[in-house]
């Protein structure tokens, strides 16, 4: 699994169902289960990386207007 494949399976959210957090995985949930392992592991490594690269003060400071209450635990 790429990127481009990891982003069309993102694409299956249902956001209609906004608010409901099950429902709008459940798509995206049905499509990895008929996945193999492997394939479940490599989306799994990819959003793990891409979560990680977004993970930091940098990002952080963009959001938070007062950073000095900030703590590391405010932020994914």
Do not use: C, R, T
């Not at 790429?2 to 694409?11: A, V, Y």
């Not at 289960?33 to 003060?57: P, Q, R, T, V």
């Amino acid at each position: 699994m790429n990127e481009k494949e990891f982003w069309k399976i993102l694409d299956k959210l249902d956001w209609n169902n906004e608010g409901d957090d099950d429902l709008v995985l459940k798509p995206v949930i049905k499509y990895l289960s008929k996945l193999k392992d492997e394939e479940i592991f490599a989306f799994h490594e990819i959003m793990s990386k891409l979560l990680f690269n977004i993970d930091g003060k940098a990002w952080a400071k963009d959001i938070y207007k007062d950073f000095s209450n900030y703590s590391d635990d405010d932020f994914l």
